[in-house]
């Protein structure tokens, strides 16, 4: 396998892994929106959003997601997810502060990191593209 495939073959494993964490996270604006809700009003200072609101920002996230996963529309998709996860990274920072009881949120590090280096790294992640958006 030349460098060039075995670059596309981890940059696509890292899309999936992303795609997945941040399908979990649309997903629960649709399954469970009070929970999205109280994560925006603690980690945000943003109240107020009704149900409705979180199936059409679940909706938009989704498509989003769709396109990043799929490659479509790379600096976009792949800088949105970015500053996403980015933001929701920061916001967090009370967290690590007490790192013993809130271990799970180190884990955003590891993602924010895949997240830049696909941004970083867009045009060599070739594999399962769609080519659309270029």
């Excluded at 997945?20 to 945000?44: C, Q, Y």
């Excluded at 916001?91 to 590090?109: C, G, H, R, T």
């Amino acid at each position: 396998m030349t460098q060039a495939k075995r670059i596309a073959a981890s940059l696509l494993l890292l899309r999936i892994a992303v795609f997945v964490v941040m399908l979990m996270w649309t997903l629960d604006k649709f399954v469970n929106p009070g929970h999205a809700s109280r994560v925006l009003e603690i980690f945000f200072g943003i109240s107020g959003f009704g149900e409705v609101a979180f199936l059409i920002i679940g909706a938009l996230e989704m498509l989003l997601i769709l396109a990043f996963v799929t490659g479509s529309w790379k600096r976009i998709s792949y800088g949105l997810v970015l500053l996403l996860h980015g933001a929701s990274t920061l916001v967090s920072y009370a967290q690590y502060l007490d790192p013993f009881n809130n271990l799970l949120f180190f884990a955003a590090w590891p993602m924010l990191a895949a997240c830049i280096t696909l941004y970083a790294l867009r045009d060599l992640d070739t594999s399962w593209v769609t080519g659309w958006g270029k």
